[in-house]
């Protein structure tokens, strides 16, 4: 099976491996025998301050690893897309977080003309820590109903507006809330947003990934699992890329063999690859 890796980072992520340079994932991959590979470092843009510093002062005095998101997320496309040359699989994004909580960052970054891929994510809901860092233990059922239902509200509203391509792991708090804390969510309260997500992504020529980290983690499934994945394609979804999400060398391209065949189970018969912001289709199985 021809498989691609669609979503990765390098150590020019603040919580990637610090020997995970560009050429090194570059020649992992044709190890591996991936097709192709993406890096799509952190650009969270509620932690900008980057090289123009449209910084915003309620988010100066933030202690987060990701502060400066700026300087390392247009480090990293600009290495990325002087070294396609030297790697054929080598590809150019980013992982454009919060594009809603700094528009002016966001548009930035989405005119950087390296880029063949941009995958949109929310890590943070507006003004709250990363999902990372929330304590669930002390938080009542309905105040984790109340921020997931923020979560989803931000995340239609992304994709209703803003300029990315692929939607990353839809479901990412369940790794924290699910998979550390062994909380159990009720899902089906939030089907209705997320088919409003996937319509939104539909009508915009946008598509969704399959990240398999959650394989590797306690939670045990990817993001978002199949249940999703067969919904946006009962619902017109044409576009879907599979990425590991690693943040160290010895992760890239693992769960894609899964991630494959969840896929194809959904009903896909191809994952997408971008080139230059616009999608090519490579047959699965």
């Known amino acids: 099976m021809t498989l691609c890796d669609m979503h990765t980072h390098s150590s020019y992520s603040p919580d990637a491996d610090r020997d995970a340079d560009i050429g090194s994932m570059a020649e992992t991959a044709a190890r591996l025998g991936l097709e192709y ?18 910084e915003y002062p309620q988010y100066q005095q933030q202690d987060s690893m990701m502060f400066g998101s700026g300087h390392y997320a247009v480090s990293s496309i600009r290495e990325a897309g002087r070294l396609k040359e030297k790697y054929p699989q080598l590809l150019c994004g980013v992982e454009l977080g919060q594009p809603l909580q700094n528009t002016r960052a966001a548009e930035a970054v989405s005119a950087m003309k390296e880029l063949d891929l ?13 999902f990372y860092w929330l304590k669930y233990s002390s938080m009542s059922r309905s105040e984790i109903t109340s921020l997931l239902e923020d979560h989803f509200d931000e995340l239609l509203e992304m994709c209703r507006v803003s300029d990315f391509d692929v939607l990353g792991h839809l479901t ?13 969510v009720d ?11 996937f319509t939104a992504l539909i009508e915009r020529g946008k598509g969704i990934e399959i990240n398999t980290s959650g394989l590797r983690q306690k939670y045990g499934r990817t993001f978002p699992e199949l249940g999703y994945v067969k919904l946006f394609r009962s619902l017109g979804g044409e576009i879907i890329t599979l990425g590991s999400d690693a943040h160290k060398l010895s992760d ?26 616009r999608p090519e289709f490579i047959k699965l199985g």
């Open 252 to 277: 890239i391209g693992a769960g894609l063999n899964e991630g494959a065949e969840i896929a194809l189970e959904a009903g896909f018969r191809y994952t997408a690859v971008f080139k230059q912001r």
């Open 37 to 54: 590979i993406t890096v799509t470092d952190h650009c969270d843009c509620n932690f900008w301050y980057g090289e123009n510093e449209y």
């Open 187 to 197: 899902m089906n309260r939030y089907t209705d947003i997320i088919r409003e997500i």
């Open 118 to 130: 941009m995958i949109g994510s929310l890590h943070m809901n507006t003004g709250k820590p990363d």
């Open 172 to 184: 990412y708090p369940l790794r924290y809330i699910v998979g550390e804390n062994g909380i159990d």
